[in-house]
């Protein structure tokens, strides 16, 4: 599975951002599929994950209530809306897909190549 992520760029603090992953090479059914990122100087940490069957979210507490995942299966892509930005959203988002339900980063086998995101205040 090759991942491509894309939709990062620039927006002030209360703004919003979609992040897209589209999948080629294989479909997405059945990957647990994430957004990981990363911040400068920080390890690279969970942001939010969707199950493939029945679309069971789950998301780091810090992005609980303004960030929600979602996945078009007929397009084989999974999104990020992302909302109320902060500064501390600032980093490289990554997309993975895992044949685990984790959150762990060394469980997914896949991964994009990010896409940057910063926020300013």
């Known amino acids: 599975v090759q991942l491509q992520a894309s939709g990062g760029g620039l927006a002030q603090a209360g703004g919003s951002l979609r992040l897209s992953c589209a999948a080629s090479?294989?479909?997405?059914?059945?990957?647990?599929m994430s957004w990981f990122r990363q911040a400068p100087g920080k390890e690279r940490e969970f942001v939010a994950g969707?199950?493939?069957?029945?679309?069971?979210?789950t998301y780091a507490d810090s992005v609980k209530g303004r960030f929600t995942i979602s996945r078009d299966k007929a397009k084989n892509t999974v999104y990020l809306q992302t909302n109320s930005l902060k500064p501390e959203d600032t980093g490289v988002y990554y997309c993975?897909?895992?044949?685990?339900?984790?959150?762990?980063?060394?469980?997914?086998?896949?991964w994009g190549q990010g896409t940057q995101v910063t926020v300013s205040s």
């Open positions: 969707i199950s493939s069957n029945i679309g069971l979210t």
């Open positions: 090479g294989r479909t997405l059914s059945g990957y647990f």
């Open positions: 993975a897909a895992s044949d685990l339900i984790t959150t762990v980063p060394g469980n997914y086998r896949y």
